[in-house]
C-alpha cells in the first residue's frame, strides 16, 4: 500500500509537471503569434504608408502637367491634332449606334413623354446641380434649386413633371467643371472626348465628380442602369436636332466655338463677351 501511494503521488506530480510545461509552452506560442501579429500589422501599416505616399506623388507628378496647362492654354484648341480624330471617330460612333435611336425615338415616341424624360433627368440632374450651388457659395440658388429638386420629386412623381417652373423656380446649370472655373482654375483648351463629346481638360477633370453625384449610378442592376445612362444619351442627342441646321462652314470649329462661348456663359453666369473668331 505505501509503494502504490508513493507510485501515485509520482505520477500524480508528473501530471502536474506535464500540465505545467504545457500550459509554459502555449504561453509562449500565443506569445509569439501574438508578437508576430503585431509585427505583420506593422508591416501591412508600413506596405500601406509606403503604397499611399507613391500613389500620391505618382499623382502630383501626373497632375503637373495638366496644372501647368489649365493655368497657360495659349489658344482655345491647343489639342487640335488629336481632338480632329476623335471627332470623325465619333461622328461614326454616333452614325451607327446613337444616332439611329434617337431618330427612331424622336419619331415614335410621343412629344409629352419625350418631355417627361427630359424633365426626368433634368430632376437627376439638380442633385449634382445643388451640390455646386454649395461649393460655390451661391446659398440663395441652393435653397431654390433644393426646393425645386423637392418638389418635382414629390409633386412631380419623380421628376416626369417640372411642377416647380409653373411657379417659377426654374432649372439651374451647375456642374464641377463649372465649379473649378468658378474658383479660378483655368479651361485648359478645348478637348474632345471619345464618345462623349465636347469638354475642356477642366471639364475633363470634373466629369469625374459629376459621375461619382449622379444618382443613375444607385442603381445596383448593371442592366438598369446602362438603360438610363443609353435612354441619357439619346435624349441628349435628340435635343441637339434642331441645332444642327444653324451649322455653318467647318463643322468642327462650328461646334469648338458653340461649346467653349456656352461654356464661357455658365461658369461666368451670363457676364462674358463674344472674343471667338468668326465661323
Known amino acids: 500500500t505505501p ?49 499611399h505616399r507613391s500613389c500620391m506623388t505618382l ?14 492654354t495659349p489658344n482655345i484648341d491647343p489639342w487640335q491634332p488629336i481632338n480632329r480624330p476623335i471627332y470623325q471617330f465619333n461622328k461614326v460612333f454616333d452614325g451607327l449606334f446613337i444616332r439611329p435611336v434617337a431618330l427612331a425615338y424622336n419619331k415614335f415616341v410621343p412629344a409629352r413623354a419625350k418631355i417627361g424624360v427630359r424633365n426626368f433627368f433634368n430632376n437627376l440632374d439638380d442633385v449634382n446641380v445643388l451640390v455646386n450651388d454649395l461649393l460655390q457659395l451661391k446659398m440663395k440658388q441652393a435653397l431654390s434649386d433644393s426646393g425645386r429638386l423637392l418638389l418635382n420629386t414629390t409633386v412631380g412623381v419623380g421628376g416626369f413633371f417640372d411642377v416647380a417652373a409653373e411657379i417659377g423656380m426654374y432649372k439651374h446649370y451647375e456642374d464641377f467643371g463649372q465649379t473649378l472655373g468658378y474658383w479660378g482654375v483655368g479651361d485648359g483648351g478645348y478637348l474632345m472626348l471619345p464618345v462623349l463629346g465636347s469638354s475642356t481638360l477642366r471639364d475633363a477633370i470634373g466629369y469625374i465628380p459629376d459621375t461619382i453625384f ?5 442603381v445596383t442592376d448593371n442592366k438598369s442602369q446602362a438603360a438610363f445612362y443609353v435612354l441619357d444619351m439619346v435624349d441628349t442627342q435628340v435635343s441637339y436636332f434642331a441645332a444642327e441646321t444653324m451649322i455653318r462652314g467647318d463643322e468642327y470649329v462650328f461646334i469648338r466655338n458653340a461649346y467653349m462661348q456656352r461654356r464661357e456663359y455658365l461658369v461666368q453666369d451670363g457676364q462674358v463677351q463674344d472674343e471667338f473668331d468668326d465661323y
Do not use: C, D, F, W
Open 59 to 72: 499623382l502630383l507628378l501626373l497632375l503637373l502637367p495638366v496644372s501647368v496647362s489649365l493655368a497657360q
Open 214 to 218: 449622379n444618382p443613375i449610378g444607385l
Open 3 to 51: 509503494r502504490r501511494y508513493a507510485n501515485r503521488k509520482s505520477k500524480q506530480k508528473e501530471q502536474t509537471e506535464r500540465a505545467n510545461r504545457k500550459s509554459k509552452q502555449g504561453a509562449v506560442r500565443q506569445g509569439a503569434v501574438r508578437q508576430g501579429a503585431l509585427i505583420h500589422m506593422e508591416e501591412l501599416h508600413s506596405l500601406k504608408t509606403y503604397i
